[in-house]
């Protein structure tokens, strides 16, 4: 075997464990949609910090997301059956209110 063949097939061992494993590391297009509402429910939430109508804003965002409680509740669980998926799930929602946040900040 010439030195660059071992070269290259060095290098393809080093990339195979990146390959294939990639499902498993990604949030489904749900869950990044559950995050984003989590993230919205978050700010809503420092908004109306103790103010007695953010239960009824909550329940507003929830329905204009067409996202029911039981729904929200179903997502909850399925994210908690995994574990593993809450450190994706919640890098997600930082991600998204980071994202609300700067533009939020930014000058209009």
Known sequence: MKKRDGLIL???LALLPSCGGGREERLSRG???FARV???LELLRER???DPAYP????ALLLRRKITPD???KRYQRLDSKPERWALF???VRA???SSRSSAAAPR
Do not use: C, M, N
């Not at 009824?56 to 329940?59: E, I, M, P, Q």
């Open 10 to 12: 060095l290098l393809a």
């Open 31 to 33: 869950d990044r949609r």
């Open 38 to 40: 989590v993230a919205e």
């Open 48 to 50: 109306l910090p103790s």
């Open 56 to 59: 009824d804003s909550a329940r």
């Open 71 to 73: 729904a929200f509740a």
């Open 90 to 92: 919640y890098s997600e």
């Open 96 to 98: 998204a209110l980071d």
